[in-house]
């Protein structure tokens, strides 16, 4: 999917997220959200500017989110967010009213609304984890301007192919092809059992 995609999985399908912000002390700080509207632009949500929650969004420019859908563990896919944040105002407010109304009974009247103000995460990185499928699905993406980085582990040419990571792996995701291990980066659960195993150390972090 793209990034455009896996931002309109996260308001249409999982909506409600537990989204993380920093405190005056540099402490975390955790609080459940509604992402109301997600273009190519980012990820959209309203705040008051009385709340605590409006103060660190200003103060350090920086969110981190996630949200699942699933009625449990093994059904469940998850989808994680951290990015740049920027209040953007008022006049998003009726779009956000009207693709979410159950804010009206919630700030029934214009004059209620006048706390209210839209921020936009316009630059970032995410991730989407599917649960669901065997072997699971894992993917990344970046949206705005940030730069992608990979994660998990990856096999170096010191490869014997002797397939010690493979009796290891619990998603059958590493694969020997002309006498190398190769992991399947789309199935991995990054736990790093093959680097545990691994006789020659040919398995690294990616960093």
Wanted: glycine content about 8%; charged content about 25%; overall charge negative.
């Amino acid at each position: 999917m793209t990034a455009k995609e896996y931002l309109s999985f996260i308001t249409e399908q999982i909506h409600s997220v537990v989204a993380a912000t920093v405190d005056e002390d540099g402490l975390p700080v955790t609080c459940v959200i509604d992402m109301m509207h997600a273009d190519e632009n980012g990820l959209y949500f309203l705040t008051a500017r009385g709340k605590n929650f409006y103060k660190r969004l200003k103060s350090n420019g920086f969110i981190a989110l996630s949200g699942k859908k699933g009625d449990d563990t093994m059904s469940c896919t998850a989808v994680s967010v951290r990015g740049k944040v920027r209040e953007i105002g008022a006049e998003m407010l009726p779009l956000l009213f009207e693709k979410n109304p159950y804010m009206y009974a919630i700030y029934p009247t214009d004059e209620s609304r006048r706390a209210l103000t839209v921020f936009s995460i316009y630059e970032g990185s995410g991730e989407w984890f599917d649960l669901s499928k065997k072997p699971i699905e894992r993917d990344s993406f970046t949206f705005g301007d940030a730069e992608e980085k990979s994660s998990g582990y990856f096999i170096t040419d010191v490869c014997i192919g002797c397939g010690a990571c493979r009796s290891v792996c619990p998603q059958s995701c590493i694969d020997i092809k002309d006498g190398k291990a190769v992991i399947r980066q789309q199935n991995c659960l990054h736990c790093g059992n093959c680097a545990e195993i691994c006789p020659v150390g040919a398995v690294e972090k990616i960093r």
